[in-house]
């Protein structure tokens, strides 16, 4: 049976998630599961709740827990990374101080100043990790759920030869949504989707083998269906394709949105912080998983449409599936650059991971997601080299951030914010 390490598993919510569907695999179920976190109080929480679970459920499972990453990685089979290099208090930093200038993000976590600098101070810990893994486990395959997707599996690409691909659920959750949208059933209709994370096109979205556009595009026209996803809907007004992710995490990857007090009124407002919505339901969340812990409520063992765990079970059964996933480009797009990070379909079976051709984008998509690569370029060599002018001109780059502040001013922003955040930065 596997070994799986979970590296940053005190991100407990997440990786209950993830243990769940590992254990709602019967194949999988006598995995050896060594839990890491550098938090001792979530760490115990998320080992307690998966020998809970195991004991429950009379599951085979071996469950290590260590504060030692090479521990936890020493003979792993799959790697599973959810990090979050400074936790809230960078992640607050990166928000509270471009919004001095003007610049209001609303997640943060992908591009802009706060993708950026997120970027900066993790790419650097996933080398440490893959650097361990080529010592300890180099066959096992590192799955990357930690943003900014793009710009860390990039780094990881250029800095290492450990096999990575990175996993985020916009994809599949977008393809829900728009099932709801024209009001089929998600398990009647297919999609074929590339671009780069967070920024994906629906190429193809069909309904029982028929396009589904022409129906998508008569959901938009009721104005009850477009002021649920109102980014979206009027990137694909202008653009012809339909985007994953959300209306909010959309609005910050393009300057069209969040440059005037109008604009933001009509296409988003009511607000949506993420950083505020992780502040406020950690401890609820955590109260709920303690009532787990103490048997007060048996956890049910189901299955989300999470690809990591389904990843594993292709792998180890040769049962195929196909998942959207972040891998280099190496042909796969071909109007986006060599070497570049793309979200693609993949195959999947025991003989590994096989991210299919996708050919040209749509000129238009492939110009939009050109603008995002653009940033995510200059972020990764920063990260790399400890560049500190290069970080500033991968945010002088960003489309929102050149929308809305002028060279000097970006300048004082990123100063302030390495800064703000030099104890995670320590390449600079």
Known sequence: MPKVAFI?????????RLLLDLFSFPELQGSTVSLMDINPETLEMITRLTKRIAADHKFPAKVESTLDRRRALDGANYVIVMIQVGGLDSFEKDIEIPLKYGIDQTVGDTLGPGGVFRALRTIPVLLSICRDMGELCPDALLINYSNPMAMNCWGMNDGSRIKNIGLCHSVQGTAMQLSSYIGVPYEEVSYWVAGINHMSWFLEFKHNGKDAYPALRKAMDDPDTFAKDKVRFEIMRHFAYFVTESTHHMSEYVPYFRKRKDLIQDFVTPRWDYLQICKGRREPHYESIWKEIRGETRTVVDRSHEYGMHILHSME????????GSVRNTGLVTNLPDGCCVEVPILVDRTGLRPCFVGYLPPQCAALNRTNINVQELAVQAALEGDR????????LD??????????????MVDEMFEAEKEWLPQF
């Open 8 to 16: 940053g598993a005190g991100s407990v919510v997440f990786a209950r």
């Open 317 to 324: 059964t040769g049962e195929p599936c196909r998942v959207n």
């Open 389 to 396: 002018d290069k970080a500033r001109m991968a945010i002088a």
């Open 399 to 412: 489309p929102l951030t050149g929308a809305l502040l002028d060279l000097r001013q970006i300048r004082s």
